[in-house]
């Protein structure tokens, strides 16, 4: 009996919390090196929304630039109505792209703010009831699960 006992403590099932501890440790790093990863890709966005809004600004003083020069020729009979619809299209489109930019900038802000784990009502200073955890979960203490909610107060 004493060879059974010492047998079974030799076993490779003494080794497991060992290897709890090495797989914990290293998904602790898998997910240290995601949040890494989402941080670098989300200031990433945010370096080329803001590169796009410089460019989309460019755009849109270029079209501008283009349509007064073709609206000074058709006033002297170079140019048709077409050209300078066209010349007007242009400028809308370069100033739906300026929207884009500033809106993809405004997204990879919130984006990154996600990442760093900075996007909070309270953070942003948003006028809304913040949720409370411990309210639910007084209020919801002695409740058959699936009979009652806070909300029905």
């Known amino acids: 009996m004493f060879r059974s ?23 602790a790093d898998l997910q240290r090196d995601s949040v890494r ?10 370096a080329t929304a803001r590169s796009s809004i410089a460019s989309a600004r460019r755009g849109v003083k270029a079209a501008q630039v283009a349509l007064k020069g ?11 109505t ?16 300026l929207i884009s ?12 703010l996600g990442a760093l784990g900075r996007l909070s009502a ?8 913040i949720y409370d955890p411990s309210v639910h979960f007084e209020e919801s203490r002695s409740k ?8 029905e107060k």
């Open 144 to 151: 058959w699960i699936g009979l009652a909610s806070p909300i």
């Open 5 to 27: 006992t010492r047998a079974a403590w030799n076993t490779p099932r003494s080794g497991r919390p060992r290897r709890n501890w090495v797989r914990r440790a290293f998904n």
């Open 122 to 129: 309270e953070r942003l200073g948003l006028e809304t009831p």
């Open 37 to 46: 990863a989402s941080v670098v890709s989300s200031f990433g966005q945010l």
């Open 101 to 112: 930019a500033q809106r993809d900038r405004v997204v990879a802000s919130y984006a990154a």
């Open 82 to 97: 077409l050209d300078v619809l066209n010349a007007q299209q242009a400028l809308l489109n370069a100033r739906v792209d």
């Open 70 to 80: 073709v609206r000074d020729e058709a006033q002297f009979g170079q140019r048709t």
